[in-house]
């Protein structure tokens, strides 16, 4: 299995995933300027979206988008229990999936990480978030996973979250989400993905917000 | 099973899907302003962010998010061939699910039916999702369906690019997906949910672009 990522995009979550499944797999950086990989391949010619991720899989097909290609993960490592394999559970973990992907990745970050937008958007951004934002630290206030145990889930909400570093979004009135991220960051797949993902960043800094 | 919908949301792609499967369902429509059922009830105290469609299951419980209501409704009737069943036909159902969902839903029309976003929000936006559509009507270039048969992605977008009337999206340079819209709404199931929202619509216009 092959990861298509760039470093500190939302295909982090799926390299946790993976370290938490203690699966093989060949991690290819994407440049997210360049769209190139190492080997200086047009990434654009496998995606013609240019985003990140995408796993192609043993057979050599493809699959984009962070709710597929997190719950195809957890289902080809059933023992790493990274979700609900009864109905209502994986309804409730798509529900997740579905949330942090159009309300924080999309509608939150990706529109402040966007230099390109309209004067006013990010005052107006932050302002539609908000019922977000508590709504997730509601939910957290009582729980220490989305679900009752760690899930693909977590791992893409804690990589949404590391943006808001970048994107200035405090959370000092949602505490729960605030103590969610930092007990998240210790937890050892997640601080190894974390710091090797960092060092890449680091090596190569720039406008990094890809699906 | 109770589906919340607002008449022409997102909600309307869980009718379609319902219909499909000649499922019994109570619909409870909820005022896109007001958030006010019609006995009175404040929505906001059964669903926090007030966003449709919200799905009451038999035991009570409560779903919400496109992606993960309408895979439920695929998997509680199996028999009527809503969803893939095999893993890779999953995980591409569940690609479509988040592209329509992030990409068309969240990053395209909910941000140009937005009022009150900043000058110059359409045309930045527009912009933008051009590669997407483009992807988009490439992929249904040669196909009937999202994938090899009807299912609740079908539903789904169908639901969203009916909104491109209202938003003044053009797809004049996307004919596949114009051909795709036009076969789409005159499948029985989707035109009686149209035509019974619309009617529903009509008595009661209003910015209508919940989730």
Request: glycine share 4%; proline share 6%.
């Amino acid at each position: 299995m092959d990861l298509y990522f760039s470093p500190l995009a939302g295909s982090l979550a799926a390299r946790i995933a993976l370290y938490e499944a203690g699966a093989e797999a060949r991690f290819i950086e994407v440049d997210p300027n360049t769209k190139r990989t190492p080997d200086g391949s047009n990434y654009a010619a496998i995606n013609p979206l240019g985003l990140v991720p995408l796993l192609r899989l043993d057979d050599g097909s493809l699959l984009s988008e962070n709710a597929a290609v997190l719950q195809y993960i957890a289902n080809r490592f059933p023992e790493s229990n990274l979700a609900p394999t009864d109905e209502l559970g994986r309804a409730r973990l798509q529900q997740w999936l579905s949330f942090i992907g159009t309300e924080l990745h999309q509608r939150l970050f990706c529109v402040l990480r966007d230099e390109a937008a309209p004067e006013g958007t990010r005052t107006h951004t932050l302002m539609k978030s908000e019922p977000r934002l508590t709504y997730l630290n509601d939910h957290l206030s009582d729980r220490e996973f989305l679900l009752d145990h760690f899930t693909v889930a977590d791992a893409y909400l804690y990589a949404v979250l590391n943006w808001s570093v970048a994107t200035r979004v405090s959370f000092s009135r949602c505490p729960a989400i605030k103590e969610y991220h930092r007990r998240l960051r210790i937890r050892p797949s997640v601080a190894r993905a974390f710091q090797e993902e960092l060092f890449l960043y680091r090596a190569k800094p720039a406008a990094h917000c890809a699906a």
